[in-house]
């Protein structure tokens, strides 16, 4: 376990947390929530995702991955409504690990979260099957409206994202 400090402001154990696992939390009528899978390389950003994520009562991360191969591990074994994506995930590409979810697995959509706010690799996720982009500039309430948007069927795209795609296509 690794240190973490507590509200008094003295040191005590937190579990080390680790990709390629599911997420138990405590249950909250299951049932009716949003299963999220969150795969990223940092294990930073996946922890603040996880935060931000499991506030919700319609929302429940059900694992995370680092890496593409473990992604698509992680996706058979827990049956994910939705996967968070990042573009750059060290040797991988997350376009291309889209192109290949959506192969195997039409239904299941795609939300791409990066730090890239180039409209191309907006442009690049939509055409391998992603079903919305996000920056991760964007506030945390504007990741969850766009999950939550991509999981009632929408394409969703960051205000910044749309309006310079829009000029391009002008």
Do not use: F
Not at 50 to 56: C, K, P, Q, W
Not at 65 to 92: E, N
């Amino acid at each position: 376990m690794e240190p973490t400090a507590s509200d008094a402001g003295q040191l005590v154990e937190a579990p080390k947390r680790s990709a390629g696992r599911e997420v138990i939390m405590p249950s909250r009528s299951r049932k009716l929530q949003k299963r999220v899978l969150i795969v990223d390389d940092h294990p930073t950003m996946r922890e603040g995702l996880i935060r931000v994520i499991e506030r919700e009562a319609d929302l429940q991360v059900c694992g995370e991955a680092d890496s593409a191969p473990q992604a698509v591990q992680m996706i058979k074994s827990t049956k994910p409504d939705l996967v968070l994506l990042d573009i750059s995930l060290g040797k991988h590409n997350g376009i291309e690990l889209t192109a290949e979810i959506v192969s195997r697995s039409p239904q299941l959509m795609v939300l791409m979260h990066s730090m890239h706010e180039d409209p191309l690799y907006a442009q690049r996720s939509l055409r391998a099957g992603a079903r919305g982009y996000v920056a991760k500039s964007e506030p945390p309430e504007n990741l969850l409206k766009a999950i939550r948007a991509v999981l009632q069927g929408e394409t969703y795209l960051n205000e910044t994202i749309a309006k310079q795609l829009s000029a391009t296509n002008e």
